[in-house]
């Protein structure tokens, strides 16, 4: 009207298409729009500044992440067995121009986590705001990133966080943690009804020290036995949790001076006191849930008979800024019963599990490699065969890899349990589920790396010496158990060190002694193919965020169908409208024909229009 057409003006009609895509746009984004816990499954909070939010659908696992900082963010799937930073599958965070922008890394060692060659996380939705970083994320549950990405699984995740106070990526000083988490399927239920007793630190003060290992000990109780020890909870004093940095629980035999002196009270001193231990029966790090036994099964304790007479429980404390004044409390509190179950469960220690390797390992190396045996001949001397249920490896300060291989017939058909990045402050069990039958053979091979040390590394109990023991929980529990197994042989060197069988310990006879020859492993074992595919180590962040994700490129791609619907759809009109039949068939076509204000114009003498 009055010479105009409005919003059904070709022009205006565009304009008002583009603004609703853009609307669109910006809501699918989701960049004003905060994290609804309601959608997810689980959360937690990982630290007093750090939650998660999770759930799994349709294959894959959905992130949200909330974090009191204005800086960077990280959150990480740790290496299986370990847990630890190195050998970790990372997704960081970051606002870059204004934008949130995510990177899939992967870390190798404790530095900064290279970029992978492949980007599998998909950004959901991020903001920053009121000190506040949010962050919604999704990933394939199994990535098809082979070599640079870590599945997530049912049962136990080693999690691994951290955040900066910019968006600087730079180091995250203590702004840093891990632990375990049950992402898919359900936690196990401890039997709180049961009576239980408790292996804790008393009022015990923490020195002003980065790290700081203590050790109490607990006489096991005989009257009215024998009972099962059947789940282990560990107590966490809250204020405290920040420098709990791991427990180890063992099995005692004798009753040595030793743990007469470490009873109802810790001691710090730099030794570690496992000597006389024979079996390490639980493990535990910040976020693990509390360990439940199989139901068929229970450690055995309580009678006279009996080879467990003491436990000893190791505390890590970390405590990076030196912090004075730390009182603790925490420890592990065991559950038992007298309705004793089905078997009796028992330790079975591979390796080298009395430490008898003489030779030393040389200072500056980087991959030093000892095997150990034990041999086909010594489990035939099982009356039975067993049920592994769990396997803790242990080595101290220099140890760098670990793996046990099994054998039956000639042929090797598994690998039991296998770490690639050890760190030691990261000692933990790893769930497994295989049988040992009679005639098996076992090879359990430890790497070395003494890079950091001018001076030979023994064997030896001391955290600055080293060991190589794969403990193994199983049953039912062997005639005469703990029992040990296993031959020592040093590659480099080419000198075989010691050999026995299925003896208990302090028992020479046992089930007998077996001599060597041995048989090894075929040479390699010791290539990491985590993060073989090196990524391009010159990709900085800032080029990762100028790579568009796949949801913004599929965003692109549907605002510029719809831009091309709209356009196409009103230049139709407009060419329709034009044609006086269809107008006529059509009165719709009315409202998009070309209107103009008609004018006569005529020219004065001088041929200026009038």
Known sequence: QNGTCGFLCPKNYINVVMEKIVILLVALIGLSLGLDPTKYAASKWLSPSYQIHWKVADGKFYLGLQVNTTGWVGFGIGEPTSGSMPGSDIVTATVIDGKMTISDRYALEKSRPSEDQKQDWTLISGSQENGLTTVELSRKMVSDDRDQDRDIVTGENRI???????????????????????????????????????????????????????????????????????????????????YVHHFVLYFCSSPNPMFLHFENRTDYKGVQHDRGCTGQIWGWAPGMASYVMPDIAGFRVGSDDDDYKYLLLQTHYDNPAKFQGIFDNSGVRIYYTKNLRQHDAAVLALGDPYVNNQKLIPPGVSDFHVEYECIPDATLKMPYDIQIFTSFFHMHQSGKQMWTTQWRDGKKIQETNRVDFWDFGFQQGTPVNFTIRRGDRFNTHCVYDTRGRSESTRFGPASQDEMCIDFLNYYPRLPGSPHACGYSWNRQN?????????????????????????????????????????????????????????????????????????????????????????????????????????????????????
């Open 160 to 242: 691994i966080f951290a955040y900066g106070t910019t968006n600087d990526f730079q180091y995250h000083s203590s702004n840093r943690g891990a632990t375990v988490l049950t992402l898919v399927g359900e936690e196990p239920v401890l039997p709180t009804e049961l009576p239980y007793w408790e292996l804790k630190s008393t009022n015990f003060s923490s020195p002003p020290m980065v790290t700081t290992y203590a050790y109490t000990s607990l006489r096991l109780p005989f009257a009215d036995g024998p009972f099962h020890m059947i789940a282990f909870e560990p107590i966490i004093e809250e204020v405290n949790a920040q």
């Open 494 to 610: 080419n000198v075989s060190v010691s050999i026995w069988g299925m003896a208990p310990v302090g028992n020479s006879t046992g089930l007998g002694f077996t001599p060597n020859p041995v048989d090894f492993d075929p040479p390699g074992g010791m290539e990491i193919k985590f993060g073989a595919i090196q990524a391009d180590s010159t990709s900085p962040i800032e080029q990762a965020a100028s790579k568009p994700s796949s949801t913004m490129l599929a965003i692109i791609g549907v605002v510029l169908v719809l831009l091309l619907l709209g356009i196409g759809t009103g230049m139709a009109l407009v060419i329709a409208a034009r044609n006086p039949t269809l107008r006529q068939r059509i009165p719709f076509l009315q409202r998009f024909r070309p209107h103009y204000d008609a004018q006569i114009l005529t020219e004065d003498e001088e041929g200026n229009f009038l």
